[in-house]
């Protein structure tokens, strides 16, 4: 198949586009390399069976010279911790708006990245896909990403129902490994590796026991995979995530990084208030069901917290020699 991929350069895409090389199929990779970066596609830059355009979908008409049966979009601006709200709300919306029409004209199936932050503040784990969707005040700027992702949902399934576009919906669960940035954009992952490896303090925002359930990279991808060629997949929202009782709380999370990297000592941990951040509002627990994309489309995750964990140190470790 020919797949479109936006956001190729960033880190679920380019694990993405090797994923989709390596089973055969074609692909055309857009990034603007704003967030994401070439070290990414290094490895299939020069496949026979892929080209990357290094342009803008906002400021650029590159859409219209590409083709493509899939088109996967993975391109976004995020959560506004300190600051990005506006551009989180109107490029997110401008690019889902230009996608939809590509879809349209070309009767492309477009599968659209969102997140499990739009389940926001509710209580009710582990969230289904049919879980009431709860954000906080708009005076509150972090939950702009998530109504920019639920305004999108919204759109495509509306364009659905309008325009007849067939669409697969995603909410990945915090995905991490190989390729992941290396700011809080990425996650908090990442920046407790660096620090742990510097044998620095790792920065806990609030009192760490808010609860996440991550994804190791591979298990992240081979969920997409699914979500892409799987025609039961087809008009569907799914939650992509690891398994629901790898749930846990971000300070065991720096010391579990920790232990890893620096077994011999105690960690180094200092608490950030949220009001360091203006007015913020945390998720406390985050858990998501996969029932759905396990039942429906076969998808079983494989990786442990804790594999996962030592393969992206490894990875970060290379990472950083190689920089230097
Ligand atoms: N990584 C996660 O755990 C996670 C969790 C929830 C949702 N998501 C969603 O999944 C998608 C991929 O996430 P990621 O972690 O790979 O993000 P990422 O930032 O690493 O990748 C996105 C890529 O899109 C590119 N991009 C952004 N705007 C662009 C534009 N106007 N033109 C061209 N390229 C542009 C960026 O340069 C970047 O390389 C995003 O939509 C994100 O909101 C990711």
């Not at 608490?271 to 759905?292: A, C, L």
Request: charged share 25%; proline share 3%.
């Amino acid at each position: 198949m020919n797949f479109i991929v936006l956001g190729a350069a960033g880190f679920i895409g380019s694990n993405l586009c090797e994923k989709l090389l390596s089973m055969g199929h074609k692909v055309v990779g857009i990034d603007n390399l704003e967030y994401g970066n070439l070290n990414n596609i290094k490895k299939i830059k020069n496949h026979s069976s892929f080209v990357f355009h290094h342009k803008d979908i906002i400021k650029s008409n590159i859409l219209n010279k590409v083709h493509g049966e899939v088109l996967v979009h993975l391109a976004s601006q995020k959560i506004p911790r300190y600051d990005n709200s506006l551009r989180t709300l109107s490029d997110n919306d401008i690019m889902t708006n230009l996608v939809i029409k590509k879809c349209i004209q070309e009767g492309s199936k477009l599968v659209f990245a969102s997140t499990s932050d739009v389940y926001g503040k509710n209580p009710n784990i582990p969230f289904t896909e049919k879980h009431d969707l709860v954000l906080g005040p708009t005076k509150i700027k972090r939950w702009a990403y998530a109504t920019s992702k639920i305004f999108s949902e919204h759109k495509i399934i509306a364009n659905h129902e309008a325009n007849k576009i067939n669409y697969t919906i995603v909410r990945f669960f915090g995905s991490y490994g190989m390729n992941q940035n290396l700011t809080w954009w990425g996650g908090p992952q990442s920046v407790f590796i660096n620090k742990a490896l510097n044998k620095e303090e790792i920065e806990i925002h609030g009192d760490g026991n808010q609860t996440r359930t991550f994804t190791y990279i591979k298990d992240t991808v081979n969920a997409l995979y699914r979500c892409c060629i799987d025609e039961k997949a087809n008009n569907n929202i799914f939650n992509i995530a690891g398994s629901p009782n790898q749930e846990i709380k971000i300070i065991d999370l720096a010391k579990l990084i920790w232990e890893i990297i620096n077994p011999e000592t105690n960690p180094k941990i200092k608490f950030i208030p949220y009001e360091t951040f203006g007015k913020y509002e945390d998720v406390q627990r985050r858990v998501p069901s996969i029932d759905k994309i396990c039942n429906l489309l076969g998808y079983k995750p494989k990786y442990s917290l804790e594999i996962g964990l030592k393969e992206t140190i490894k990875w970060q470790i290379d990472l950083l020699a190689n920089e230097k």
